[in-house]
């Protein structure tokens, strides 16, 4: 009774009031403003739009890249401890309708799924022009290659890979204090 009675913070108005379409009459004492039908689903839509960026933002959610023509591998079922997770055999999307991707096989045999069962196929051509668009963008911002000594960059260890590094300080706690290591 009072959930039904008392206003929510999204739509500002009780849900016995959206309900019935009229002032809900209760114990507990209530303003006599009214607010019409078209604010409150402006204020719900504003609400959720508001929740959905912050799930896609904490999800890493992003827009799938596929579109027909492009090769794909399609997830498969668990066989055994040893089988993987994607089909090695390659299909090609006919068509794409929102999260829905119909997809064929070489042997013909068309399958429709959802788009999150679908993986793009990464051929060496495209390997090539993703390094050529990396090469192509570090020299559009003019971004110059990292120092170098004796042949190696700074920060790089013998097995050819840059090591990470943090940035060392005292802890918050003792900002305070003085430290005299005597």
Same mark, same amino acid.
Do not use: W
């Given at each position: 009774?009072?959930?039904r009675?008392?206003?929510?913070?999204?739509? %500002?108005?009780?849900?016995?009031e @959206?309900?019935?379409?009229?002032?809900?009459r209760?114990k507990?004492? !209530? #303003?006599?403003?009214?607010?019409?039908?078209?604010?409150?689903?402006? %204020? /719900?839509?504003?609400?959720k739009e508001?929740?959905?960026?912050?799930?896609?933002? &904490?999800?890493?959610a992003?827009?799938?890249?596929?579109?027909?023509g492009?090769?794909v591998?399609?997830k498969? /079922?668990?066989?055994?401890?040893l089988?993987?997770?994607?089909?090695?055999?390659?299909?090609?999307? #006919? !068509?794409k309708?929102g999260?829905?991707?119909?997809?064929?096989?070489?042997t013909?045999?068309?399958?429709?799924?959802?788009?999150?069962h679908?993986k &793009?196929l990464?051929t060496?051509?495209?390997?090539?022009?993703?390094?050529?668009?990396?090469?192509?963008?570090l020299?559009?911002f003019?971004?110059?290659?990292?120092?170098? #000594?004796n042949? %190696?960059? @700074?920060?790089?260890?013998?097995?050819?890979?840059?090591? !990470?590094? %943090?940035?060392?300080? @005292?802890? /918050?706690?003792?900002?305070?204090?003085?430290?005299?290591?005597r």
């Amino acid at each position: 009774m009072m959930y039904r009675s008392t206003p929510h913070t999204t739509t %500002r108005v009780s849900p016995a009031e @959206l309900l019935y379409r009229r002032k809900y009459r209760t114990k507990h004492p !209530q #303003l006599g403003k009214s607010i019409s039908e078209s604010e409150v689903k402006d %204020r /719900d839509a504003e609400s959720k739009e508001k929740g959905k960026i912050y799930a896609d933002k &904490k999800r890493n959610a992003v827009e799938s890249n596929i579109q027909a023509g492009d090769k794909v591998l399609m997830k498969q /079922d668990k066989k055994n401890k040893l089988s993987t997770f994607f089909n090695p055999e390659p299909f090609r999307v #006919l !068509q794409k309708n929102g999260n829905s991707v119909l997809v064929e096989a070489d042997t013909g045999v068309q399958y429709k799924r959802n788009i999150t069962h679908l993986k &793009k196929l990464i051929t060496p051509d495209a390997e090539e022009n993703e390094v050529n668009t990396q090469e192509s963008i570090l020299q559009e911002f003019s971004i110059s290659e990292p120092k170098r #000594l004796n042949g %190696r960059r @700074l920060g790089e260890d013998e097995g050819g890979g840059v090591r !990470q590094s %943090r940035t060392k300080r @005292l802890p /918050d706690k003792l900002i305070d204090y003085v430290v005299d290591c005597r």
